[in-house]
T-cell receptor, first 116, second 117 residues
């Protein structure tokens, strides 16, 4: 059972453009939604995260939009740069107080390529 | 400061052999997680420790997989009678705690690439 669905599988964006990656989740008990960036041969690294009582969070060029009623959230990368070329994973977890222990359920990933 | 380290970085073994994968978490982090990442997929949860005890091992695929964290720091993932389907990248992550009202950042190591021939 895939609890977090991610799209698109791959994405090509021109330098300076906006990259948009979408995720949908099923478990309404999830209370933490992070995005991870992974370069080849490296482990995932946290990019930005949001909790469900907030509809948007912005950090630099990265923005998460969150729609609780639709159970969807998305990552927007503004002014995309070649150095942003990587695989991006959305994830979701439940905190300790709801028995989740913060174990992450990941989406299937999006390979982003930013072209010059 | 040092991040999460994992050894070995690569492991090639033959079907039926036993392997151990080691994780050194960030100093002071009480929560430690193991994930498995198959090619082209997102990481999948295996097990997590809060301190020395396995708080949730629901992701372990079968009884060939076992993990320990005897002193609440270093953890070892053990795989018995390896199968070709076990080939994947095994990732370890640590966080200050698994508790709290919502998520704590998990810091991932570079992973161990296991290939079972």
């Amino acid at each position: 059972q895939q609890q977090v669905k991610q799209s698109p599988q791959s994405l090509i964006v021109q330098k300076g453009g906006i990259s948009i990656i979408n995720c949908a989740y099923e478990n309404t008990a999830f209370d933490y939604f992070p995005w991870y960036q992974q370069f080849p041969g490296k482990g995932p690294a946290l990019l930005i995260a949001i909790r469900p009582d907030v509809s948007e969070k912005k950090e630099g060029r990265f923005t998460i939009s969150f729609n609780k009623s639709a159970k969807q959230f998305s990552l927007h990368i503004m002014d995309s740069q070649p150095g942003d070329s990587a695989t991006y994973f959305c994830a979701a977890s439940r905190g300790h107080l709801t028995g989740g222990g913060n174990k992450l359920t990941f989406g299937t990933g999006t390979q982003l390529k930013v072209e010059l | 400061g040092a991040g999460v380290s994992q050894t070995p970085s690569n492991k090639v073994t033959e079907k039926g052999k036993y392997v151990e994968l080691r994780c050194d978490p960030i100093s002071g982090h009480t929560a430690l997680y193991w994930y498995r990442q198959s090619l082209g997929q997102g990481p999948e949860f295996l097990i997590y420790f809060q301190g020395t005890g396995a708080a949730d091992d629901s992701g372990l695929p079968n009884d060939r997989f076992f993990a320990v964290r005897p002193e609440g720091s270093v953890s070892t993932l053990k795989i018995q009678r390896t199968e070709r389907g076990d080939s994947a990248v095994y990732l370890c992550a640590s966080s200050p705690t698994s508790g709290g009202t919502w998520g704590q950042t998990q810091y991932f190591g570079p992973g161990t690439r296991l290939l079972v021939l």
